[in-house]
């Protein structure tokens, strides 16, 4: 046929495809934190109670939050590696800010129940 019908696949659009099919099973874990990430992200106002509450806790990560994009296969792993650092931030979160569980709605913020 003179390769007129031979598709090549990339390799990265490959991996992005199994990835995508595994995080599928952990995905109302992988809803939460986005949904947590967002609402950090949403506003400078928050962002900056955000750095605020990092400072106070003592968290010696001076990476920041990132949202996962479904066309990037390992921006997922990333958002997760960094909130992971953040957990205690995330706690008292929850006190200091009266919008972030209404913002997160049925979700609700992180737990380890949640997260499991």
């Known amino acids: 046929m003179g390769g007129k019908y031979l598709h090549m696949w990339c390799c990265a ?6 990835l995508n099919d595994g995080i599928r099973e952990n995905n ?3 809803v939460v934190v986005h949904n947590v990430v ?3 992200r949403s506003t400078p106002e928050r ?14 990560c001076k990476k920041l939050l990132c949202l996962d994009v479904s066309t990037r296969w390992n921006s997922t792993y990333m ?3 960094v909130v ?3 957990e205690v931030v995330f706690e008292k979160l929850e006190y ?8 997160l709605g049925d979700v609700g913020p992180p737990t380890p129940k949640r997260l499991g």
């Open 79 to 81: 958002m997760l590696e």
């Open 96 to 103: 200091e800010n009266s919008s972030y569980v209404p913002f």
């Open 84 to 86: 992971e650092k953040f």
């Open 13 to 18: 659009h490959i991996l992005n495809l199994i």
């Open 47 to 60: 962002l900056s109670k955000f750095k605020d509450l990092v400072e106070c806790s003592n968290v010696q």
């Open 28 to 30: 109302s874990s992988i």
């Open 38 to 40: 967002r609402f950090v």
